[in-house]
């Protein structure tokens, strides 16, 4: 089934447009517009955003790269199929670089701790999945930001771009998170009492049990 064009929606000008354009493209896949194995078109896109097929093209290309699309001559790009394989490879390998980004953080202040309270409280007892994740993500990147490594914050932005594919389509039809929520309270705990060491070892235990979620839950769909 071909996903209805998206409404219109011009991509303000004064923003970067490469990058506007990308967020956007984004935005529709992680909203559910494009679920795994629809296709994207440059021609549509062109028109939804009201921007040249360049940018579009640009982006379609950079997320394939990331590994959330793949190509073909005969189908153009599609949205990767959600895989068992690429759960088990991305899951450990963003687990241990949010564990690094932890360990050598500069400590947290307590406006920076309230911050992520309040944001880890507000994912708690959120149901829209979609908000979740972007609850999720806004706290994880904080965590990430804190070390100060601009290229270890893009390496984890662009995974985390690709496994939220799996994320919120499981929140979608599973939304229950118990326990990845009281391990984020511990992780701003540990920070709290000055141990990166404990958080980090949390943040690895997290990653681990959401990847151990996302694989039941796939053998469960595909059953």
Do not use: K
């Not at 950079?62 to 959330?68: D, P, S």
């Not at 309270?117 to 908000?131: H, I």
């Not at 930001?145 to 270890?152: I, M």
């Not at 799996?166 to 540990?190: F, G, K, N």
């Amino acid at each position: 089934m071909i996903p209805a064009e998206p409404a219109q929606q011009p991509i303000p000008r004064p923003e970067p447009l490469r990058e506007a354009v990308y967020a956007r493209i984004v935005d529709l896949i992680l909203n559910g517009h494009y679920p795994p194995g629809a296709a994207l078109t440059e021609a549509s896109l062109s028109r939804a955003l009201d921007v040249s097929r360049t940018p579009v093209r640009e982006a379609l290309l950079r997320l394939e790269a990331e590994g959330v699309l793949s190509s073909s001559l005969a189908r153009g790009f599609t949205v990767r199929p959600l895989v068992r394989r690429e759960v088990v490879e991305l899951y450990p390998i963003l687990g241990s670089l949010e564990a690094l980004a932890v360990r050598t953080a500069r400590p947290l202040d307590p406006a920076t701790l309230d911050a992520l309270r309040e944001t880890f409280g507000e994912l708690a007892r959120c149901t829209d999945p979609v908000r979740r994740w972007r609850l999720d993500t806004e706290a994880h990147g904080a965590l990430v930001a804190a070390s100060g490594n601009g290229h270890l914050m893009t390496f984890v932005r662009r995974l985390r771009t690709n496994v939220s594919r799996y994320e919120l389509t499981y929140m979608r039809e599973a939304p229950s998170r118990e326990d990845a929520d009281r391990q984020h309270v511990e992780i701003v705990d540990a920070l709290a009492a000055c141990d990166p060491s404990t958080a980090a070892a949390i943040l690895e235990q997290h990653w681990h049990d959401g990847m151990r979620v996302i694989l039941d839950w796939l053998d469960q769909r595909d059953s």
